[in-house]
């Protein structure tokens, strides 16, 4: 499935309630969700990690889509490599 499916999926899926609660609302459910993958990395079930990447990623597109961004459009920002050194793998100092 490629990005925008996904984002488009997830739109058909949750769109309504996710803007009728907006924005604000709709962050607190992500950063809650983020919460639920550090666990999860830190207990290091495989299972568990993979479902919190999925809710982690289903809500970042929804709040793309709420501010109506094209999330596939967004990740061309790495397409040629890191933004700020353009290399493959990034080369910037840390």
Known sequence: MQIRE???LIEQI?????????????????????????????????RQLSEEFADVLAWLSTMSSICGVDLEEASRKYAAGCPKCAQIPCQCPE
Do not use: C, H, M, N
Not at 16 to 35: H, L, M, N, Y
């Open 14 to 46: 949750y769109f309504e309630k996710d803007s009728a609660r907006g924005i604000e609302g709709t962050f607190r459910w992500f950063v809650e969700e983020v919460g639920e993958l550090a666990r999860a990395i830190r207990r290091g079930d495989p």
């Open 6 to 8: 996904f984002q488009r």
